[in-house]
Nanobody, 123 residues
Framework: VQLQASGGGLVQPGGSLRLSCAAS????????ITWFRQAPGQEREAVSCIRRTDNSEWYADSVKGRFTISRQNAENTVFLSMNKLKPEDTAVYYCAARKLGGCSPTAEWYLNWGQGTQVTVSS
């Protein structure tokens, strides 16, 4: 599966963005999809995941209650809706897919990655 992430941009604190992870070459419902982010000088961290088998969702504590992940099979896309954005959410956001296994925060377990989309939260 090939992934393409999009939807990033510049937004003021408290604002919203919706990121898209469009899949091609395979159907997105056959994969567990995780959104990661990486800020300058920091390690890549998992922020949200939707599991292949039952669409159960996982969120990092730092985004719980503000971000929502969803899968739209008709569009072959996974979305990450981000609300109440904070400056510390500023990062490059990546989506990643794994065929086997459930949600994992370990980046090395994902073989398929999108190219990243920049999210900047600043006034």
């Amino acid at each position: 599966v090939q992934l393409q992430a999009s939807g990033g941009g510049l937004v003021q604190p408290g604002g919203s963005l919706r990121l898209s992870c469009a899949a091609s070459g395979a159907t997105v419902d056959g994969y567990t999809i995780t959104w990661f982010r990486q800020a300058p000088g920091q390690e890549r961290e998992a922020v949200s995941c939707i599991r292949r088998t039952d669409n159960s969702e996982w969120y990092a504590d730092s985004v719980k209650g503000r971000f929502t992940i969803s899968r739209q099979n008709a569009e072959n896309t996974v979305f990450l809706s981000m609300n109440k954005l904070k400056p510390e959410d500023t990062a490059v956001y990546y989506c990643a897919a794994r065929k086997l296994g459930g949600c994992s925060p370990t980046a090395e377990w994902y073989l398929n990655w999108g190219q990243g989309t920049q999210v900047t939260v600043s006034s």
